[in-house]
Structures are given as structure tokens and as C-alpha cells.
């Protein structure tokens, strides 16, 4: 009898976990942060005009902007670094908020 009560209130709480829907995730800004460097999503769109400049001027211009991110390191640089692709070849750029590249 305990062993049926216990199969019993498992099954039960199995049925209740199984049973909730999770919400969507909408204007959520997620940041990571390792070894004191924090990397913030940004909208391709949203990046500041000497980027998006930098972007568009040889050699980038032939490559197309994925993803950006606003990275900040400990030691207080602040820098873009934006995911691009070229047919099959991706890479990534830094680039700071006056068009600049970074190393």
C-alpha cells in the first residue's frame, strides 16, 4: 500500500511539472560576462553611425553584419564586436564607437 502511495504521488508530480507552459521571452537583453568581460547584445540597427560607417568601408563592406555585441572589459575599454559572413566564411570584427579597429 505505501509503495502504491508513493508510485502514485510521483506520477503526480510528474504530471503537474509536465503540465506547465513556460512563457516567451520577449524584450529580454541578455549579458554574459566572463573573466571580468561583460558582452551585451546589440540591434545591427542600433549601432552608433561611425560603426556602422566602419562597416560599410573596405575591406567589410563585402562581408554582411550577423550579430553585434557591446563588450566591456575590466579594465574599462568599452569596444563593438560585430559577426560577419562572407558566402561560407564567417569572422568577427572589433571596432569601437569612433570606427575604429581594435586589437
Known amino acids: 500500500m505505501r509503495k502504491l502511495f508513493l508510485s ?4 503526480l508530480a510528474l504530471a503537474v511539472t509536465t503540465t506547465v507552459q513556460a512563457e516567451p521571452l520577449n ?8 573573466d571580468s568581460v561583460s558582452r551585451t547584445p546589440v540591434k545591427l540597427e542600433e549601432l552608433p553611425e561611425p560603426v556602422k560607417a566602419a562597416l560599410q568601408s573596405e575591406p567589410l563592406k563585402e562581408w554582411t553584419p550577423t550579430a553585434a555585441f557591446l563588450v566591456k572589459e575590466a579594465d574599462g575599454r568599452e569596444y ?12 568577427s570584427v572589433k571596432i569601437d564607437k569612433d570606427g575604429k579597429p581594435v586589437k
Not at 524584450?27 to 566572463?34: E, F, K, N
Open 80 to 91: 563593438y564586436q560585430i559577426n560577419i559572413k562572407k558566402e561560407e566564411e564567417e569572422g
Open 8 to 11: 502514485a504521488a510521483a506520477i
Open 27 to 34: 524584450d529580454v537583453t541578455i549579458t554574459t560576462s566572463q
